[in-house]
Each structure stands twice: as structure tokens, then as C-alpha cells.
């Protein structure tokens, strides 16, 4: 090959390459492993800062030694995201807003750069910790004279380039941010990505995406808003409506297992910077955006606003101080978990019983270990959720360890007895024994009535939540099951694509969920006759399930007749995808424990002086009952004991054989709880009765005590029952 061929040869494939690189999309991975520190993360800090952070400078120098006078330490910002429990941070200095300064010694002149290396000292700082950093980049010239200054300098950007390069315009502007991100990609391997705001048009002609995957390829990018399968992730900035305030963001613009990133302002007012003031942080809706997010392919950024010299404000400082010790107690339920009822399989998230709201997360290395979040408790002392084929071998409360009550039947799991509820996000540890009941993925024959090309019905099946079916549009539209032979069939479990709204967030916003269905069984798949249930599922997150009465049969038809998008959303309107659907042939076991009483007998208490144990009269539990002086202020005094500080119900066991009514006032820890209470005639002296009432416990030891106001003294006093927190 003589030298001139080889030449063009290279030329060629030069060419090639780049009309490749040029066309094809920069990439196009729905999971990779340069994502798993994402993937494995809690969620992140997002940090506003710049020189536009109060007190506002316009003097680049005066701004870093005013940074560096502050006391500015990147070691503060890591351990300020490590009380968050977060695991990367994304610094958003080179804002539009505030003064596009960058804080690291460029060699691109056109806006403030600082001599003293933050960037890259908060690179290190943070991967000694085993934390990343993110930086963020802006698209956007249009605050250029933001606050009556001019933040950018043309001429010397001009001047730098060789020709008038405008930066007050978007293509101008395109071309410096271009050039800085070759400059940091070339400055920071360590760099845990690009944290994008929107987009710009300079950047896509000139091919940034593939350039940055190909020379940083371990970089993640995120985009704020653009939905692209070019990112890692698609963020939402300011954008995520809740409902309630705490819960998933109501949009998820891309399916999982995509990342998404909701960037929540923490304190919920004021500025998205530091502007001098330090409103307070809303505990409860920022630990419940925190923690309904923790493991889901959505990450919470908390978005803090940094002072000057990088001190957060008090309130900020506050709260992080107290979520490290709040986070700390819960940690193995945050830390190293996926969130279930989506993706990953566990107990239903949601909304559940008498009002009450939380999530469920599942532990990465122990399938079969769960926890529930209660974020918003219900007004009952009893907690019901879909258990989702799992048998429930335990429960406890994470933070103090009381085993708490549960039964479980019909696919629900109930726990019992509950109060005392945390204030933000009561845990409990829930330990399984596996799923139960559930036809595996490999086992039926799928179908449909209408598919469109690539999403076929097998995918809907196929044990991979990446693959899923697409009904084209149609609906009704029905989706088939051969079980092969007669099984029995309980329930249908759908996950359904999560990449649309809960809400309707407007007319072109809408979910695209299965709204009715029908269902019907047939032995031959021919004759079906009609549905065996009907029905309407809400728009909700997560696993829906569609409960039939039991039947054994061979085919299994889910017909969808509609679902909730309006015509008005054309890119949703009759849009069907799933993931993965399944038969359940029964509900998982129905197991538990029952909450027994904790028995306090009378005669192992103390009692007034005078006070007899006897043992004449039977029908009493234990040795015998305390038979009090006849004689205002007889008492007899229990000693409690309370794992939680709870209010509990009791049941004082008593029998008076007269016909004259012996008030007692019931104490707890010295406070009257029930002044005079009647403990009236029961018959006889053989005649027991209950006198129950609600008191309020704090954990460790308490006394009640009962003491006569009348003459008589107290009646026959047989035990104290306190309703146990759990089984004994
Ligand atoms: C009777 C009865 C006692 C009871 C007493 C009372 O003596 O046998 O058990 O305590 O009346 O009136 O208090
Ligand atoms: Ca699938």
C-alpha cells in the first residue's frame, strides 16, 4: 500500500467516523455503569453560589478574596452533604444569574475567573470522601447585565479568539461555555459530570454531547428539562408539583430506569441563592422529598444556598446538624436500598389507609428485606398496604426495635396497635419470606390484541422492567395470558412505564395510566363469555393490582377500555405501556402475630396501707385480687412498661358486689387522667368487668394508679391490661 493510499484511507475513515460521531445520537444508554454512583446514591447538594451571592460584587478579585477571607473550605461543603446523607455535589457558580463567574483559573477570558482552584479543590475534597462533583453549566446569556452590570466581557473573549465573538447573544455565548467545558474536561478527570441548564444551539451544531461522552466517558450529563436519551439524566428545576407536597415528582419525563433528578429548593422560600436572608426549613416537607425519593430512579438535590465565604445559613446549618441524626437512626433503610413497589419489586407505595401517605423501600443485597416509610401516619391505629406476594416473617419499628403487630390476608398487610408516630418518617424493618403465589415471567405464553413494532406482548412478560409492551395507541386494547394448563388465578399485577404524571398537570400533561378495565378467563382462549370483574384503576404510581373472584382456568384476558389521558394530550392519549404484568394464583400466606396484652396483676403492685390480697371470690387471674381499706384515697399503683412513648389503651379488671357505685381517679406518672371514673355495681363479688380507657404513655417505666374518692374505697381490684405496642 503505497503511502498516498494510506493517507486516504485514513481520510476516509476520519470522515466516516465523524459523520458516525456527527449522526449518531451521542449516546443512547438507559443504564451504564459511569452512572452508579448515581444510581447508588441517597441524593445530592446543589450549591448556588457565586458573586451575585449577597453581598453582591461586581470586582471578580474583590469576590475570591472576600471567598477566601470568608473562611471558604471545600471540606465544609462535604461534610455538610454527608449530614444530608447525599453523596455528590453539584456547584452552580458559572450561573446566568449570578455572574457567570468560574471558580477555576481559566485561560478562556469573557467573564470572572478566579486565581484560586475552588473547583478543583472541591474535586478532591469530595472523592477523598468518596464523594462526586458536579458542575453545573449554563446555556443562557440573557442576564448578562443582570443588576445593572455587565457581566461579560466580549472584547476579551473577542480578542482571545481572534475575531467578534458577541457573548450577549446565544451563539457568542454558546462558543465560550463550549470552550469552557473543553477546559474543565481537560483540567478535572475527576469530575463527576455536567449538570446542564437547557440547551444551546451552538452546542448541539457543533456535536458537544459526543464530545464529552468520548473524551470524559466516565462524566454523567444531566439536562434541566431537556428529555433526551443523550443524558443521564433529565432534571427538574423548580418544576415538581407534588401531591402530596412530599411525594414523587408528579412528572417523570423519561421512563425509568433513566435517571431523573428533582432539584429541591430546600429552605421552600425565598431565593435559590443566598440573598442575605436565612428563611427557615420546612423539616417535614424537605426530609419527605428527601426520603420518598431515596432509592427510586428519581434523586432528591437539595438545593442549598451557600453564603460568601461557603457557610450555609443558620437555618440550613440547623437543619443538616439535625437530618444527620435523624438520617443516622434509619440509615440501613436509606442507604443502599431501591425504592419498592416500582421497578425493583417490594411492598406498594402510596397512598394508603385513613389518610396516611409513605413509601417502601427494599434492600439492594437482601431481596426479601423491606421497609416501610410513613410519612403522613393515618388517624387509625392501623397501617393497611398491598404486600405484593411477600410473606411478612416480622415486623419492628427501626428506630427503637418494638415488634409491632400485623396480620396478613387478601394481599394486605395490617399492622396493628401503631401510635407514637415520628413526626417526619416512622420505619418499619419488615423481614419476608420471599414472594409467594406469583406465575414467573417465563411461564406464560403473552399476547395481544394490537402491539406496536418492537414492543411485542412477550415484553410485558420477560422479567425485564427495561423492555416493555406498547398497545400502538389502541385502546380498547387487551392483553393475553396462557398460563399453559388450568392454574389457579387470584390477581393480575401491572407495572405499568413510569414516565407520566400522577395529576393531570394540564390538557397536554395527562397520565397515561389504565383507567377501566375488564377481565376475563377462558379454558379454550376462544370462548370467554363475560368479564369476570370490571373496574377502574386510579392514576397512581407504582404496582396497580386487579383482584378477581378465584377461579382455575387456563387464559387470562386484561382488556383495557381506556385510559386517563384526554384526547387534549396527544403525545398520551391512549398511549399504553407496560413493563410487566404477572398472575397471582393466591395471596401470600396469611400469617402474624397477635397483640397480647401486657397482664399487670393487682397483687404484684403496690397498694395502700391496709390493702388485703385475697383469694375468696373466683374468677380472678393470677394469685388473688387486692381488696382496698374501705376508705377515701385506697390505691393500688401498676408500674408500666412502654417501648415507645404512645398513647395505649387499658383495661383496669375490677368486681364490686354492691350496689353503690366506688369512683377511683386513674393516674398516670401523677397526672389525673379520669377524675371520679365510675366503678359501679358488677352484680357480685364473682362478676369481673373491665373499666377501659386511653392513656397516654411516655417510653420506659410509667405508674398508674387508681385511688378511691369516696368512702368505700376501691372495688375488688383485679389487674391492669395494657395494650401491648406488639406481641408477646
Ligand atoms: C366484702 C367482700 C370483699 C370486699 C368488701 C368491700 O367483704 O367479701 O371482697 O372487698 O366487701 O366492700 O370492699
Ligand atoms: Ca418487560
Excluded at 332 to 354: K, Q
Excluded at 535 to 555: C, E, K, M, N, Y
Amino acid at each position: 500500500m503505497t503511502r498516498r493510499l494510506l493517507a486516504r484511507l485514513v481520510l476516509v475513515g476520519a470522515l466516516l467516523l465523524g459523520v458516525l460521531t456527527l449522526q449518531s445520537p451521542a449516546r443512547a444508554d438507559l443504564e451504564h455503569p459511569r452512572q452508579d454512583f448515581l444510581r447508588s446514591s441517597v441524593g445530592g447538594l446543589f450549591l448556588h453560589w457565586g458573586q451575585r451571592t449577597a453581598p453582591s460584587h461586581t470586582s471578580c478579585s474583590q469576590w475570591e478574596s472576600d471567598v477566601t477571607g470568608g473562611g471558604w473550605t471545600p471540606d465544609y461543603w462535604v461534610q455538610e452533604a454527608q449530614k444530608l446523607h447525599t453523596q455528590y455535589l453539584v456547584l452552580a457558580t458559572f450561573h446566568s444569574r449570578l455572574g457567570y463567574a468560574r471558580p477555576w483559573p481559566s485561560k478562556i477570558p469573557g467573564s470572572c475567573s478566579t486565581k484560586r482552584d475552588f473547583l478543583g479543590e472541591l474535586i478532591t475534597a469530595a472523592k477523598a470522601k468518596g464523594l462526586k462533583t458536579i458542575l453545573y453549566m449554563t446555556d443562557d446569556p440573557q442576564w448578562h447585565d443582570e443588576g445593572g452590570h455587565e457581566w461579560l466581557d466580549s472584547a476579551a473573549y473577542s480578542k482571545y479568539k481572534g475575531r467578534t465573538v458577541d457573548l450577549t447573544g446565544r451563539d457568542g455565548f454558546g462558543e465560550f461555555s463550549y470552550d469552557n467545558f473543553f477546559e474543565v474536561m481537560d483540567r478535572y478527570p475527576d469530575l463527576g459530570g455536567f449538570w446542564i441548564d437547557n440547551d444551546n444551539a451552538y452546542w448541539e451544531s457543533h456535536n458537544l454531547y459526543a464530545q464529552v461522552y468520548q473524551k470524559r466517558p466516565n462524566y454523567t450529563i444531566s439536562n434541566n428539562n431537556e428529555d433526551t436519551p443523550i443524558m443521564d439524566m433529565i432534571s427538574n428545576e423548580q418544576k415538581t408539583g407534588m401531591s402530596p407536597s412530599y411525594d414523587y415528582p408528579q412528572a417523570v419525563y423519561t421512563a425509568a430506569p433513566r435517571l431523573v433528578e428533582a432539584d429541591f429548593k430546600l429552605p421552600s422560600t425565598g431565593s435559590w441563592w443566598y440573598t442575605g436572608s436565612d428563611p427557615a426549613v420546612d423539616r417535614k416537607l424537605t426530609l419527605g422529598r428527601l426520603i420518598t425519593n431515596v432509592g427510586s430512579s428519581v434523586k432528591a438535590l437539595m438545593a442549598e444556598t451557600a453564603m460568601v465565604g461557603g457557610r450555609l445559613p443558620g437555618n440550613q446549618v440547623a437543619f443538616n446538624n439535625f437530618a444527620k441524626g435523624y438520617l443516622d437512626a434509619i440509615a440501613e433503610s436509606v442507604h443502599g436500598t431501591e425504592g419498592g413497589g416500582y421497578l425493583h419489586g417490594g411492598l406498594a407505595p402510596g397512598f394508603w389507609n385513613d389518610g396516611s401517605h409513605g413509601v417502601t423501600t427494599v434492600s439492594r443485597t437482601d431481596p426479601d428485606k423491606h421497609y416501610i416509610h410513613v410519612l403522613t401516619p393515618p388517624s387509625t391505629s392501623t397501617l393497611r398496604l398491598r404486600d405484593n406476594g411477600y410473606r411478612v416473617t416480622g415486623v419492628t419499628n427501626l428506630r427503637t426495635g418494638a415488634p409491632i403487630a400485623y396480620s396478613q390476608s387478601g394481599g394486605t398487610l395490617s399492622l396493628t396497635g401503631l401510635g407514637g408516630w415520628d413526626p417526619y418518617d416512622t420505619v418499619f424493618n419488615v423481614t419476608t419470606a420471599g414472594r409467594e403465589g406469583i406465575v414467573p415471567a417465563s411461564s406464560y405464553t403473552m399476547s395481544a390484541s394490537a402491539s406496536a413494532g418492537g414492543h411485542g406482548a412477550a415484553a410485558a412478560a420477560d422479567g425485564d422492567y427495561r423492555t416493555y409492551w406498547d398497545s400502538n395507541k389502541t385502546t380498547p386494547v387487551s392483553l393475553r395470558f396462557d398460563l399453559g394448563s388450568a392454574k389457579r388465578v387470584q390477581y393480575i399485577g401491572v407495572n405499568q412505564r413510569e414516565d407520566s404524571v400522577s395529576y393531570a398537570r394540564s390538557g397536554t400533561e395527562q397520565s397515561a395510566r389504565i383507567r377501566d378495565y375488564r377481565v376475563y378467563v377462558s379454558n379454550d382462549g376462544t370462548t370467554w363469555g363475560s368479564p369476570v370483574k370490571t373496574g377502574t384503576l386510579p392514576s397512581r404510581r407504582g404496582v396497580a393490582f386487579i383482584d378477581i373472584p378465584a377461579t382455575t382456568t387456563r387464559h387470562v384476558r386484561l382488556e383495557v377500555v381506556n385510559t386517563h389521558a384526554e384526547s387534549s394530550d396527544s403525545t398520551r392519549y391512549k398511549r399504553l405501556r407496560i413493563d410487566e404484568a404477572w398472575i397471582g394464583t393466591a395471596y401470600a400466606a396469611g400469617g402474624g402475630t397477635t397483640p397480647t396484652p401486657n397482664r399487670y396483676e393487682a397483687e404484684n403492685g403496690a397498694y395502700s396501707t391496709g390493702s388485703t390480697v385475697d383469694s375468696d371470690h373466683t374468677g380472678f387471674t393470677g394469685t388473688g385480687f387486692v381488696n382496698t381499706p374501705n376508705a377515701v384515697g385506697a390505691y393500688v399503683e401498676w408500674t408500666v412498661q412502654s417501648a415507645t412513648a404512645r398513647s395505649a389503651s387499658i383495661a383496669i379488671r375490677y368486681a364490686n358486689g354492691t350496689t353503690t357505685g366506688r369512683p377511683l381517679d386513674v393516674s398516670v406518672n401523677g397526672t389525673v387522667v379520669s377524675a371520679g371514673r365510675a366503678f359501679d355495681g358488677t352484680g357480685s363479688w364473682t362478676t369481673w368487668a373491665d373499666s377501659i380507657l386511653t392513656v397516654p404513655l411516655t417510653a420506659g417505666a410509667n405508674t398508674v394508679r387508681v385511688t378511691a374518692t369516696s368512702a368505700n374505697g376501691a372495688p375488688n381490684l383485679d389487674h391492669l391490661d395494657v395494650e401491648a405496642s406488639c406481641c408477646v
